[in-house]
Every structure is written in C-alpha cells, then in structure tokens.
C-alpha cells in the first residue's frame, strides 16, 4: 500500500458530531437526501469549479428536463455564491434566485421527490444560517406544502428491485426528511400544532411497512429523527412501544415472506443484519437503551453473531453501521476491544474485493471503508493504490446493462466521500483508464440521453448538493436541532 496524507474534517469518533452518528454512512445522504453537507470546512474555490463543472455536462447530457435535477442545480449555484468570500448577493437576487429553486419544488410531478428537494432547501437554507422567513418571504408556505404533498404519496409505488414490497416505505421515509427539516429550520410545531398530529401519524406507519428490512432500516431513522426533535415520549408512550415493536418485528423476519431483493445475491445473515444495526442507533436515541439491548433476547451478541457470518464484501458495507451503533450506545470498547485490529482487518479487505464487479455489493464497498477509516481518525489505512482502483473501475460496469444504467449510484458515493477526505480532484484530472479524459467527463458522457434510463440520477445530484453545502463556514457545522442533543449513554 502507498501511504497519503489526508486533510480529513474529524479526527476520530470522539470528535464526531451529533448529525454524523444519526447519518454516518453515505446511504441516508445519497439515497434519501438527509444529513447533506456533513463536515464544513469553508470555501473552496477547486471545489467550487468542480461542482460547476459536473452540473454542466450534466446539462450537455439534456438531464435538465427533469425539474429534480434543474431544482439541484439551482440549488448548488445559490449555495456556492453564499458561501464564497469573495461574492455578494444582494436580496433581491437572492429571492428571485430563490424562487427559481421553490420553482423547482413545485415542478417536480413525484409527491416523493418533491418532499425530499423540499427538505434538502430547508436543511440548506438552515445550515447557511438563513431562517425560514425567507422561504415564506415570496408567500410560498413551503412547510404546509410538503406536508399536504406527504399525504399523496401511496404506497408500493418506489421503481426499483423491491418494487410492490415497500408498503409505506417511501411515505415513512419522506417524513423523516420532513422532521429533520423542520427541525433544522426551527418550524418543527408545525408538525404537531392544528388538527392533526404528524409525529404520532408518522410513527403508526411503521405498521405498514411489512417487510422486517425496510420497516427496520427506515423505522430507525425516523425514530432518530424523532428523538432529535425532542419527542421521545411519544415513541414508548404507555401505550405502545415502538422500539420493541420493530425490534419484534425483526425476531419474525422469517415467517413475514417479505424477502427483500437485492441487486446482488446477499446471505441470510445480511438481510438479518441491516436492519438491526440502524435500529441499534435508533436505540442509541431513547431513553432507554439499555432496557431495549435485551428485549426478546441479547441484541449486541446477536450483532455480533452476524457480523462474523456475513461475507467479508458485506462486511464493508456494515462495518461502520456497527461501529457507530456501539460507539452510540458507549459499548465500544467492551465489544471490540481491540479496535485498531478490527478496523485493520475491516479496510484492507478492498485488495480481495473487486469494485468494478457489480454497481451495488462490490460498487459501493470501498466508499465505505474509505467512510469508516475517516470517521474513525485511521485514514492511514487508506492509501492511494486503493484510491486509484476505485476511481479507474468505472469503465468496468459496462459489462451489464443493470450496472451501465445504475453507474451514477457507486459514483456518487464516490464522489462524497473523496470530497470529504480532500481528494475528489482524482475524480477531475484525465486518467489512462478513461483515456485521457477525467473520471467524471466519462461517466456523464456514458449517460443516456437526458439521463432516462439512469432512474438513480438523483443520488449524483445529492453528492453534489452535499458537496456545496460543505463550502459553508465551519461555523456553522450544527442547527440548533443538533447542538442540544445528547446521547444517553454519554450522560
């Protein structure tokens, strides 16, 4: 391995703030558009220049037709010039800039996407330290808005591998964008003033998502998302424990006949697994953690069970998921006592791991560990011969048409965490493996035409927005959602 060095933003999981341990891994920002813009570190004009530059061969490929990516767009572009020194804007460029992006809110004909670029403005708009007055300035109620656009999203209605087996997977999903939003932007009473209790709505869907993986892995995050908002109570209310509810749940993965598809063959273990590590962190949030670690039966040795079955490409992806649940509920050191070891062992797998075999399993693997070795202040374990296969198998996945049109899945991971770690130019110089051309000119340049066949575009968009927003003043690195919470274990 050839070492490197690396100006990363955390220097190890004690420095980590609240937002990374509820939304450490690149699934929540990539996928569901939640906890973007992680890790400020200022304005970088290369940076800048890149973001720019991705969105305009974007636009040569025609994927602007689409109102999600036009909504990015703009989105970065005001984000970009808020946060550069060197450029002021003045109000009345502001709201009309301003518009432009609700525009594109209001345009996009999905009621699922259309609350998540809703939520994605807010979450901006709050880390920029811009209140939510400018967003009702122009007379738009953006908040009633995606609150009445909730309510049309139906179930099953999600066009991927899984669909017809998500029940109310995206509606539960939505509304944890929704709380952390609101949360971020200080209107979180909207959600519980009025005729109609959204939290309490929210949390009776996780009874119509059937299927123990999703109900778990989209479960937890909104009982995170619950808990940062300061409604606890309203999880285990004497009534109903949600928390032991899904966690059941989860014990009867066997007899629902709700198996999940995935893009990849995945072992038992897998699909066992996923879910209980995010409902780990969840467990991290409530009051009562240590209650909810043996209910139904021992759930860090039933972690630690999985973790040793799964296979070692899996492992890649569930590391950090299981390092963030233990350091969250304060039992790291008892469960892996020699971390340095497992964290060795964990990231110098790439070399038997291939990551242009497949767009998912093996596409999104080093990502991952690249992610792990961050958070966990062991970046010395990622050298730059790991870096450079990553950054060069892109080219590989044409060898089938499911991975050709889901290439911008593993490339936007990709493009997240170098940018975190300092090192997305490897992204923008030419390469031998594309040619001569950069990593990025080749991908864009592979879409199809206005991106029609590529249905997971959108986590590139998100990559980029999160790109941006780390262009803001340190600063301003936490809401006000974040900075008053406090895990129970650290008490």
């Not at 995945?266 to 409530?286: N, Q």
């Not at 590529?454 to 690195?477: C, F, G, K, N, V």
């Amino acid at each position: 391995m050839t070492a490197t060095a690396f100006e990363v933003p955390v220097t190890g999981l004690s420095g980590l703030p609240t937002e990374t341990r509820v939304l450490a891994t690149p699934w929540s920002r990539m996928v569901r558009g939640i906890g973007l813009g992680q890790h400020p570190t200022g304005y970088d004009p290369a940076s800048a220049a890149r973001i720019r530059r991705t969105f305009a061969l974007l636009a040569e490929r025609g994927v602007e037709r689409g109102p999600y990516a036009r909504f990015s767009r703009l989105l970065a572009e005001l984000v970009l010039d808020l946060t550069d020194p060197d450029r002021a804007v003045a109000p009345a460029e502001l709201r009309r800039r301003l518009d432009a992006v609700l525009a594109g809110v209001h345009d996009e004909p999905n009621p699922y996407f259309a609350v998540t670029a809703g939520c994605v403005l807010m979450d901006a708009f709050a880390k920029l330290g811009l209140g939510p007055e400018l967003l009702a300035a122009g007379g738009d109620d953006l908040a009633g808005h995606l609150l009445a656009t909730v309510d049309t999203i139906e179930p099953d209605r999600a066009k991927d591998e899984n669909a017809g087996r998500h029940g109310h997977y995206e509606k539960l999903s939505a509304y944890t964008a929704v709380f952390l939003a609101f949360g971020h932007l200080d209107v979180a009473d909207r959600l519980v003033t009025g005729s109609r209790h959204r939290v309490l709505e929210a949390l009776d869907l996780l009874d119509e998502v059937p299927a123990p993986f999703f109900r778990g892995r989209g479960g937890a995050t909104l009982l995170s998302a619950t808990a940062l908002l300061g409604h606890r109570n309203l999880v285990a209310d004497g009534r109903r424990d949600r928390v032991k509810e899904v966690l059941d749940h989860l014990d009867r993965a066997d007899g629902t006949g709700a198996v999940p598809a995935f893009p990849q063959p995945m072992s038992e273990a897998f699909v066992r697994i996923y879910p209980l590590l995010t409902m780990l962190t969840a467990v991290a949030t409530t009051a009562r953690p240590q209650e909810y670690l043996t209910h139904g039966r021992d759930r860090l040795a039933e972690a630690a069970d999985l973790m040793a079955r799964i296979t070692p490409v899996e492992r890649t992806h569930m590391g950090l998921y299981y390092l963030m649940a233990l350091h969250n509920l304060g039992r790291l050191r008892d469960q892996l006592p020699d971390l340095d070891a497992f964290l060795a062992g964990l990231v110098s797998s790439w070399t038997g791991i291939d990551p242009g075999a497949n767009y998912f399993l093996n596409g999104i693997s080093y990502a991952y560990l690249v992610q792990t070795a961050m958070v966990t202040g062991r970046m010395d374990l990622i050298g730059t011969d790991m870096l450079a296969r990553l950054v060069d198998c892109f080219p590989d996945l044409d060898r089938s048409d499911d991975d050709r049109v889901n290439r911008p899945y593993p490339f936007a991971y990709t493009l997240n965490v170098l940018g975190e770690i300092g090192a997305a130019h490897l992204l923008f110089e030419p390469r031998d493996a594309y040619g001569g051309r950069t990593a990025t000119a080749w991908v864009v340049g592979r879409l199809s035409e206005g991106g029609r066949e590529e249905h997971r575009l959108y986590m590139l968009h998100h990559a980029l927005i999160s790109y941006a927003l780390r262009q803001r003043d340190p600063r301003l690195r936490d809401t006000a959602l974040l900075t008053g919470f406090r895990f129970p274990s650290a008490r």
